[in-house]
């Protein structure tokens, strides 16, 4: 396992739609291994393909319940409605509000390439949505509510409040 570089938004990789997995290959399943231990490195709760400059339909999350492993995701259902602040890997030190649903069902393959169905609220929709869209070349901060914050100022501003 090795941790990998987080492309920052402005790379041209994270504006490109990925391609689907047709199996899972030993490299796919390193570069899993990889994004799994990058993500908990950089303290992240999700991490797409593209975020490691790999244009395949993969991400892997942990809200903090044991990682999930999407490889061709596609939601399914979308319910209810929830708006937060979200940040990104590829964006680090900046958040912004974005609405989201609140309860999402989601059809994958695990490394097994086996289907499975994953449905989450809150966190775990939020994080799902976020980083499918990365898939097909979405950032969120196209659908930031306002303006960015930086981080900082963001935690200040909530502990004087």
């Known amino acids: 396992m090795a941790i990998r570089e987080i492309r920052i938004q402005g790379d041209s990789v994270l504006e490109k739609k990925c391609k689907e997995v047709k199996e899972v290959t030993p490299r ?40 999930y492993v999407l490889i061709n995701p596609v939601i399914e259902l ?12 590829s964006l680090p030190g900046k958040s912004g509000l974005v609405t989201r649903p609140m309860h999402v069902r989601v059809r994958a393959m695990d490394e097994d390439m086996e289907e499975f169905v994953l449905e989450g609220e809150e966190l775990l929709a939020r994080a799902i949505c976020h980083e499918c869209d990365h898939l097909d070349g979405i950032m969120y901060t196209s659908l930031v509510e306002g303006e960015l914050y930086d981080n900082e100022e963001l935690y200040q501003n909530e502990d004087n409040e």
């Open 78 to 89: 979308k319910e209810g409605s929830q708006t937060g602040y979200e940040g990104c890997l």
């Open 28 to 67: 796919i399943r390193e570069l899993i291994d990889d994004m799994l231990e990058t993500m908990y490195e950089e303290n992240g709760v999700g991490l797409a393909a593209p975020q490691v400059g790999i244009l395949k339909r993969i991400v892997v999350i942990d809200i903090g319940d044991g990682p």
